[in-house]
């Protein structure tokens, strides 16, 4: 089994918050994350792939689909984007590290037609990323 991964960046911005909460409770959970008017982040992804080398290209998959694939489907989604006000899914869920990694996942995996998605890696910044393995 070989693992290929493709890196990729993107900037967004979001705030967290929970509505069952009020204001003070979500300050108090959140800390600066719950201001309404969000903060920023300058995102890498790292999409792992898993397959077999294709005897006739010498390949598992060929990356400029990968590509394709990474921009069509996520940088077009969340690339310079509000998360909470413009990407649905995140009206009602909190766009953390994690529930974006998730999303990315599910936006992906029925999508590859190459390999298995075997992992998706968010940085949030240099210095904390999460892992997403799938369900």
Same mark, same amino acid.
């Given at each position: 089994m070989i $693992? #290929?991964?493709?890196?990729?960046?993107?900037s967004a911005s979001h705030y967290y918050h929970n509505p069952d909460w009020g204001p003070e409770e979500n300050r108090r959970?959140?800390?600066?994350?719950?201001?309404?008017?969000g903060h920023g982040h300058n995102y890498t992804?790292?999409?792992?792939?898993?397959?077999?080398?294709?005897?006739?290209?010498?390949?598992?998959?060929? #990356?400029?689909? #990968?590509?394709?694939?990474?921009?069509?489907?996520v940088l077009e989604l969340v690339d310079h984007k509000f998360l909470n006000k413009e990407v649905?899914?995140?009206?009602?869920?909190?766009p953390t590290t994690e529930n974006v990694a998730i999303e990315i996942w599910k936006l992906l995996a029925p999508k590859l037609t190459f390999g298995k998605l075997h992992r998706?890696?968010? $940085?949030?910044s240099p210095d904390l $990323?999460?892992? $997403?393995?799938g369900e």
């Open positions: $693992y #290929l991964t493709r890196r990729a960046e993107f959970v959140f800390g600066k994350c719950a201001n309404p008017h992804l790292e999409v792992t792939v898993a397959g077999e080398i294709n005897p006739t290209t010498g390949m598992v998959l060929d #990356l400029k689909d #990968l590509k394709k694939l990474l921009e069509a489907e649905p899914v995140f009206a009602s869920k909190i998706i890696r968010l $940085y949030e $990323y999460v892992d $997403y393995y």
